[in-house]
Nanobody, 123 residues
Framework: QVQLVESGGGSVQAGGSLRLSCAAS????????MGWFRQAPGKEREGVAH????????SYADSVKGRFTISQDIAKNTVFLQMNSLKPEDTAMYYC????????????????WGQGTQVTVSS
């Protein structure tokens, strides 16, 4: 099992930035795909970005390309989501998740989840 703990959420005005962190512990080698997802009230959970931790390959949802960057600190088993040029529509609960290969943005494929961190963007 892998334990995931997110942090870094908060409230920001449109155009601002936030950086989310996801600290992983446990048998992380069995879950090399780390993803960020978000869920707004009344909406389905959607994939935002994922990273293949051994090689660093990453992918993004079209809605965040050019604004969000997923990265990692391998030594600290931590994955980050740098969010720039935030928009009110980015408001959601953000979750970190882990899975075995293949990596994807399909939330149903992930079986390890953190507790989430709230991001609120005001106009």
């Amino acid at each position: 099992q892998v334990q995931l703990v997110e942090s870094g959420g908060g409230s920001v005005q449109a155009g601002g930035s936030l950086r989310l962190s996801c600290a992983a512990s446990g048998y992380t080698g069995s879950r090399p795909c780390m993803g960020w997802f978000r869920q707004a009230p009344g909406k389905e959970r959607e994939g935002v970005a994922h990273i293949y931790t051994p090689g660093g390959g990453r992918s993004y949802a079209d809605s965040v390309k050019g604004r969000f960057t997923i990265s990692q600190d391998i030594a600290k088993n931590t994955v980050f989501l740098q969010m720039n040029s935030l928009k009110p529509e980015d408001t959601a609960m953000y979750y970190c998740a882990a899975k075995s290969l293949p990596c994807s943005l399909d939330s149903s494929a992930y079986n390890n989840w953190g507790q989430g961190t709230q991001v609120t963007v005001s106009s």
